[in-house]
């Protein structure tokens, strides 16, 4: 079974479908770290930004193992680096290239096999796997989002501010939802979840609900 989480950055999609996965003993694919290890790679290897043959090239060659939490670049565990607010900022010259979509594309239906799995990104219910059984979109208000985002890095004794991190978080909304290639979008059959107001433990809740509801969906018998 495949179930699709998509949404925006700051929905808390990450946390919830980490745990969604662990609860229902499915294997989690982090789509989004894809993305970013592609950035970290041409950064480390000082490819020019505005040559995107050099970066899908690149991105045909790297080798990618989920590995639990870890994701594993050509061998070497880069789950901190593609984390740093330099990458972050560098990613969507991966992510809005068409060969590297492509090709990451390829490797996320790999990857999945057929095994039982959480994808987590932009475009799995539109692109990567438009036949999975559950798709979710887990969404939140932009000002709920840059509030929780606030949280998080002053939790972490960061010096951060809600202004800047808003702003921050509108152009990554708009540049996710006009990409040519795998915009952010809903799938047509995505189930809309809003998590305003909800704890993490809520919305987990309300996410299992849905992939057994799914998963009772697909095991009844077919009308004939
Ligand atoms: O979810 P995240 O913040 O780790 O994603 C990093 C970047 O990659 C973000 O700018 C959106 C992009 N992305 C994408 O285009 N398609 C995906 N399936 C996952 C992430």
């Not at 480390?44 to 090239?57: C, L, V």
């Not at 796997?129 to 004794?157: D, M, V, Y």
């Not at 990409?179 to 998590?195: F, M, N, Y």
Request: aromatic letters at 4%; charged letters at 25%; a neutral charge.
């Amino acid at each position: 079974m495949i179930v699709c989480i998509d949404g925006p950055a700051g929905a808390g999609k990450s946390t919830v479908a980490r745990a969604l996965a662990q609860r229902l003993g499915f294997r989690f694919l982090d789509t989004g770290a894809m993305y970013r290890a592609v950035a970290l790679a041409a950064d480390r290897r000082g490819i020019d930004w505005n040559e995107p043959g050099q970066i899908a090239a690149l991105a045909q060659k790297l080798r990618f193992q989920f590995d639990g939490e870890r994701l594993l670049l050509d061998g070497q565990d880069v789950s901190v680096d593609i984390r740093a607010p330099r990458i972050t900022a560098l990613t969507h010259y991966a992510a809005d290239n068409p060969g590297v979509r492509r090709r990451l594309v390829e490797l996320q239906r790999q990857i999945a096999g057929d095994d039982d799995v959480v994808a987590e990104g932009r475009d799995q219910g539109t692109v990567v796997f438009p036949q999975a059984q559950c798709k979710i979109f887990l969404t939140a208000s932009a000002a709920e989002r840059a509030r929780r985002r606030l949280a998080q890095l002053q939790s972490q004794g960061a010096v951060a501010n809600y202004d800047e991190l808003l702003a921050e978080q509108n152009l990554r909304d708009q540049r996710d939802a006009s990409r040519e290639v795998g915009p952010l979008k809903p799938a047509p059959d995505a189930i809309h979840v809003l998590t305003d107001g909800l704890s993490a433990e809520e919305v987990l809740a309300r996410l299992e609900a849905l992939v057994h509801a799914a998963r009772r969906r697909d095991h009844a018998p077919k009308p004939t």
